[in-house]
């Protein structure tokens, strides 16, 4: 009688013991699962954040590959703190302004009416950081009250060497408004010459450049804007601004000149 109690007791406590293994096994169980499906998510959102391949082929194209290098390799620019990626964006603003500016002429001042606040920060900033270069500029160069008003009239200026080691310089073509960009009726005498030196020509350059770098800028993009007007069978307008904006190219080329103006203004 004892030894059946006994043995049916070793086998009650030999059950329990399988069950609990079983237990244990079937909880590993669980885990193992939940590991596989938590490493299966992860790397579902790990490929998420990569673009397909098709995709990363469009972004690479949306972005030169040689901006990386021509950033790292320019020196560090004094633009108020505004890194070369930040300067990029808010230039391609600015250049698409002036296109659209090209296409409508009274598109700055639509634009001034309805207090735009997709083109009218980044217009206002680069002008701001053009007066700032002239400013700047100013307090270097000895530079006469009509001097001033001179450069400021004419948008185009050229240079002769003369044999005494000065330079003749000659200022013309036509008047504009500085708020429109449109040409102005208003006559202004045909040409001025000056005679500086070579240093100060070089100087009077480059604020030349300075006060006049949105209407020269407005002449490219309004350049642009005929090449493509002429190529196209009656291009609407939205499509003339997506062509140009679409010529990396182009924008580059823009963009280039106007990092190496500000650079030269800051040197000086």
């Given amino acids: ?10 086998r009650e406590r030999r059950d329990v ?6 237990g244990k096994d079937s909880s590993l169980e669980i885990l193992r699962v939940k590991e596989e499906k938590r490493g ?8 998420r954040a990569k673009p397909p391949p ?16 021509s950033d790292s390799s320019r020196p560090s620019p004094v633009w108020g703190g505004i890194s070369i990626r930040a300067m990029r964006e808010m230039f391609k603003s600015y250049v698409e302004m002036l296109v659209s500016t090209a296409l409508d002429p009274d598109m700055i001042q639509a634009l ?18 053009l007066s700032e270069q002239k400013k700047r500029l100013l307090r270097r160069i000895n530079m006469s009250v ?6 400021h009239m ?8 003369l044999e005494s080691g000065a330079v003749r310089v000659h200022l013309g073509g036509e008047g504009y408004s500085r708020k429109t960009l449109s040409r102005v009726k208003k006559s202004v005498p045909k040409q001025q010459d000056i005679k500086l030196s070579i240093e100060t020509c070089r100087l009077y350059s480059l604020y030349h450049s300075l006060h006049h770098y949105k209407y020269h800028t407005f002449l490219h993009c309004k350049k642009e804007t005929d090449n493509i007007e002429q190529a196209a069978e009656d291009p609407g307008q939205e499509e003339v601004v997506q062509q140009c904006m679409a010529n ?7 963009f280039s000149s106007f990092v190496e103006l500000l650079t030269f203004g800051a040197k000086a």
Avoid: C, F
Avoid at 17 to 22: A, L, S, T, Y
Avoid at 146 to 151: A, K
């Fill in 40 to 47: 299966e998510k992860n790397k579902i959102s790990k490929d």
């Fill in 154 to 161: 004419y948008p185009k200026m050229t240079a002769d060497p």
């Fill in 1 to 10: 009688m004892r030894e059946k109690q006994s043995e049916q007791k070793g």
């Fill in 54 to 69: 098709k995709k990363r082929k469009k972004w690479l194209k949306e972005v030169p590959s040689s901006s990386s290098e």
């Fill in 112 to 129: 001034e009416d309805t207090d735009d606040e997709l083109y009218l920060p980044p217009m206002r900033k680069i002008d701001s950081l």
């Fill in 17 to 22: 013991e399988k069950e609990k293994r079983q």
């Fill in 248 to 254: 990396q190219g182009w924008l580059e080329k823009l």
């Fill in 146 to 151: 009509q001097h001033q008003e001179v450069l």
